[in-house]
Antibody, heavy 116, light 106 residues
């Protein structure tokens, strides 16, 4: 059974940095693309980034390009999202999800709040 | 970016009713996914590749459509189906979502 657990969400000041983690279990982590998707409070879903199992392919939404970096540690079955230069509009629940074209398993999410 | 427009914004129905949710895309796409989200929970994949039900999804959920017009149908609403539903395209990056349709109990 696929299990994804995010952590690292926090209250951070505008311009600050944060690293999110997602611990995966129940499937062959290294064989799958993984993604980050976020949801601002009371809003819809926004795809943020994905990374291939081999780490050779990464893609970002334009809204985070140059500020966010996705990475993974296949030995530890863990996905990361490093976020720099955070803005108020980055405030959201961040979900990690298995897959890239569609997302068949999701974590419970971790809340990032950016405030001055 | 491909824009996904879902309608209606809210659907007020009773258990046992049929629910028909629409998703229109700004450009033709070859396939679409649908997700269900309940308050305080993560989204759950219902339908992928326009027609295929995800593992464990009851057969009262079905997807259809092509081009720019897609539909999620819930044949007979069960009490646990009252939630928000999102469509999503993955034909072209960024992989955009619709704004959602809330299915509420009348």
């Amino acid at each position: 059974q696929v299990h994804l657990v995010e952590s690292g969400g926090d209250l951070v000041k505008t311009g600050g940095s944060l690293r999110l983690s997602c611990a995966a279990s129940g499937f062959a982590f290294r064989d799958y693309y993984m993604s980050w998707i976020r949801q601002a409070p009371g809003k819809g879903l926004e795809w943020v980034s994905y990374i291939s199992g081999s780490v050779s392919t990464k893609k970002y939404a334009e809204s985070v390009m140059g500020r966010f970096t996705i990475s993974r540690d296949n030995a530890r079955n863990t996905l990361f999202l490093h976020m720099d230069s955070l803005r108020a509009e980055d405030t959201a629940v961040y979900y990690c999800a298995k897959g890239t074209y569609y997302f068949d398993s999701w974590g419970q999410g971790t809340l990032v709040t950016v405030s001055s | 970016d491909i824009v996904l427009t879902q309608s209606p914004g809210t659907l007020s129905l009773s258990p046992g009713d049929r629910a028909t949710l629409s998703c229109r895309t700004s450009h033709s796409v070859s396939s679409l996914a649908w997700y269900q989200q309940k308050p305080g929970q993560a989204p759950r994949l219902l339908i992928y590749a326009t027609f295929d039900r995800a593992t464990g999804i009851p057969d009262r959920f079905s997807g259809s459509g092509s081009g720019t017009d897609f539909t999620l149908t819930i044949a007979r609403l069960a009490p646990e189906d009252f939630a928000v539903y999102f469509c999503q395209q993955s034909v072209r990056s960024p992989f955009t979502f619709g704004g959602g349709t809330k299915v509420e109990m009348k």
